[in-house]
């Protein structure tokens, strides 16, 4: 068995516990956080302390905590022969620079304390400071996922922005659609459809090919239209700005 301890109480620590906890040769030796009133119920069984000094021997720790307390949270910990990965795709493996062994373990995801994904169809980008970590995040990612990816902190940090592009971006393009149909007294949950299509259509072929709308045929008389309608600021600058894009990208196909 693979011993892990695990540092944090938000989405991505619960996540990674539920995993760890019902994997067969991983063990969950502690879960280490601010508070235990934090965990969902499921998870109040495990071992759990607040104290950073408490963590028993253990293979490798995983914090799993916002980007800006990783430094303050790795030196908390005391020195260690265990490898000491933060789950960042964003911060820096120097962060862990009072530890020998370290490295990255970025699980490419969003993650909810309600939902229970399926970690084998999630993407693990890990990177260590040597080949002895290297191997053994290796080994830890390929129990895990179908889809472990040794990625630098430059390929990391680009994909981390990718990633917050399709989810966190096109998230706020739903809220304000949501936000706009309540508006109008329209049912949001009508374009559930449409929404599942497109997003079927992208793993089947570039989404530039995909790009449908008067914008991509450059109807201008339907985006006039579109215009007249009373919306938000917010709506209208981000309707603006990609027509404009669309409209710019169907002038250099021509």
Known sequence: MIRIGLIGTGNVATAL????????????????????????????????????????????????????????????????????????????????????????????????????????EIPILWEGNNKQVNEKLETISQMISQNPVQSDEKQRLSMHLAAVVVNNFTNHLYAEAHRFCKSKQLNFDLLAPLIEETTRKIKQQDPRESQTGPASRADMQTIQRHKTIPMTKELSD??????????????ENI
């Open 17 to 120: 516990a539920r995993e760890i906890r019902d994997h067969k040769t991983l063990t969950l030796v502690q879960l280490i956080g601010r508070g235990q009133n934090k965990l969902p119920k499921d998870l109040i069984t495990v071992p759990f302390s607040d104290q950073f000094n408490a963590l028993p021997t253990c293979d490798m720790i995983l914090i799993a905590v916002s980007d800006h307390a990783i430094q303050e949270v790795s030196n908390l910990l005391p020195l260690t022969d265990a490898i000491v990965a933060h789950t960042s795709g964003a911060s820096s493996i120097d962060l862990l620079s009072k530890h020998k062994h370290r490295g990255v373990f970025y699980p490419l995801q969003t993650f909810s304390k309600q939902q229970q994904l399926n970690w084998f």
């Open 238 to 251: 981000i309707y603006s700005l990609f027509t404009s894009q669309l409209l710019n990208r169907n002038n």
